[in-house]
């Protein structure tokens, strides 16, 4: 009588991870949240808006102070205008962003090319609404795009190719010129472009954000989603935006309207008053992140781990090839059980899982956490 719609599907990783992290006791650098609270002035500005009585059904679209001050942000990042109006929508965070985008575009049948590692909520969204899901690896060892590899999986039944920078697990970016590349790949298509930029202010190292916001000829097919809960520190108000051209937010909204309806009203009232009040905020957080990244790895100079330091993100991808070898996911065990520390190994981001050296680890953490997990990783 039950059939599953996703019967490869379990139960995330990081659900998993974060779990035995805290049956074990151990450090959780596993999933990705801060151990710190989201500003000060944002926690006041919530309950100041509950107490105003902001507390009934939002508009369907968001609050529009928040579209607004969404759009003002946008045209001081990406030099692009955004109609508060008509292209944007505030979602209950990225992931029913990109869930209800997904739902609205893919028709049974459509291909979606999703970009190995990939985010686990891609798939699952594309399988449901019938479309096939075409994973083309990212290469070794750098983790970057295979654009000929991307051009040479276009079919006619091509829908939506996604993308994902800076990239979540492997903290890599996607450069501005390689927008264009894709841009050129899919001028001959009908095929929409899903820009996953949750980690649009934690680039690093003097590097810039490339947006498809700031690319006309990708934003003319394109749906660009963003994360309060990244930007914020504030994963657990599962708060998000899709920004997309007129007629395209048009269909997201048709599925979002049935799908959350609306986000909390008061959270949306108070990031609205935050964003005009402190724009300083989102422009702080790469200098705040990667102070933590280049602490963290300093921390771990003299361990038998190896790394790249991370371009983008929160995360930092550690190699263990030094240690014993083993597979990644054993390897996220022997670290979660040895020293009670979690990660996240790599190749659980693919649909064919590759035989990978390296697990990432969330660096949003306080100094003293990021300090006594180092120690830990030393030991091993
Ligand atoms: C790449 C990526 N996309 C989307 C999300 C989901 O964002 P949200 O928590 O706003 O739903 C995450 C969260 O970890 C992420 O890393």
Not at 95 to 122: K, R
Request: charged residues 20%; negative net charge; aromatic residues 8%.
């Amino acid at each position: 009588m039950l059939r599953s719609k996703l019967p490869h599907i379990g139960t995330t990783i990081f659900t998993v991870m974060s779990s035995l992290a805290r049956e074990l006791g151990a450090i959780n650098l596993a999933q990705g949240f801060p151990d710190y609270d989201p500003p000060e002035r944002l926690k006041e500005l919530v309950n100041q808006h509950v107490a105003a009585g902001h507390n009934q059904y939002a508009h369907m679209a968001g609050v529009i102070e928040l579209r607004q001050a969404i759009a003002a942000k946008l045209e001081a990042s990406y030099a692009r205008r955004v109609d508060a109006e008509n292209e944007v929508t505030i979602t209950l965070g990225a992931t029913e962003a990109i869930f209800s985008a997904i739902s609205a575009l893919v028709h049974p049948g459509d291909e979606v090319i999703l970009l190995d590692p990939s985010y686990d909520s891609y798939a699952p969204a594309v399988i449901l609404a019938g479309g096939n899901p075409i994973h083309i690896p990212m290469r070794q060892p750098d983790f970057r795009i295979d654009w000929e590899r991307v051009k040479d999986a276009v079919t006619p039944r091509l829908r939506m190719v996604m993308i994902n920078t800076p990239h979540n697990p492997t903290g890599s970016i996607i450069r501005h010129e390689e927008l264009n590349v894709l841009a050129d790949i899919l001028e001959p298509t009908n095929a929409f472009v899903l820009a996953d930029e949750v980690y649009e202010h934690m680039v690093y190292d003097g590097a810039e954000h490339a947006s498809i916001l700031a690319n006309d000829r990708l934003f003319e097919r394109g749906i660009a989603v963003f994360s309060f809960g990244k930007s914020m520190h504030a994963t657990g108000w599962r708060v998000g935006y899709a920004i997309a051209p007129p007629d395209i937010t048009r269909e997201i909204r048709r599925v979002h309207q049935f799908n959350t309806f609306s986000i909390a009203a008061p959270l949306q009232h108070a990031i609205a008053d935050f964003l005009t009040e402190t724009p300083e905020h989102n422009a702080g957080l790469h200098a705040f992140y990667q102070r933590k990244r280049d602490q963290f790895l300093a921390a771990l100079e003299g361990s038998r781990f190896t790394w790249t330091p991370s371009e983008g993100t929160y995360f930092q991808l550690l190699d263990f090839s030094q240690i014993p070898r083993v597979s990644d996911v054993e390897f996220a065990d022997r670290l979660i059980r040895d020293v009670k520390v979690a990660s996240i190994p790599v190749s659980v981001f693919y649909a064919e899982q590759p035989r990978l050296s390296v697990v990432r680890f969330c660096f949003a953490k306080n100094d003293s956490t990021l300090e006594q997990a180092a120690e830990r990783l030393r030991r091993m």
